[in-house]
């Protein structure tokens, strides 16, 4: 059975950084896209930044460009988002999921309902 596990997040000031991990099991990933979804209360699930693992290639959202690293562990299956100059604004629930069937020009796709395979959700949150 697939898992998809986040650990990392917790409560941090504005400017600080959190480095949030995915741990996959239950399946070895290779053609498929991972992402970082988030939700904040009384909003929608956003795509924050998606990778497609077949070949790295990344998509982050306008508003963590520059700020949002993703990088992956292809030994253990582990996905990272490394999350620098945070703002309250990035606060939220944040996700980790996978989508089966992906290619690269489809890594831009990130609508929540084209992904399969979620974790359970670390929150984030940041203080002014």
Wanted: aromatic letters at 10%; a positive charge; hydrophobic letters at 30%.
């Amino acid at each position: 059975q697939v898992h998809l596990v986040e650990s990392g997040g917790g409560s941090v000031q504005a400017g600080g950084s959190l480095r949030l991990s995915c741990a996959a099991s239950g399946y070895t990933y290779s053609s498929v896209c991972m992402g970082w979804f988030r939700q904040a209360p009384g909003r929608e699930r956003e795509g924050v930044a998606v990778v497609y693992i077949g070949d790295g290639a990344t998509y982050y959202t306008d508003s963590v460009k520059g700020r949002f690293t993703l990088s992956q562990d292809k030994a253990t299956n582990t996905l990272y988002l490394q999350m620098n100059s945070l703002k309250p604004e990035d606060t939220g629930m944040y996700y980790c999921a996978a989508r089966r069937i992906c290619n690269n020009v489809q890594r831009t796709q990130v609508g929540p309902n084209l992904y399969q395979l979620w974790g359970q959700g670390t929150q984030v949150t940041v203080s002014s």
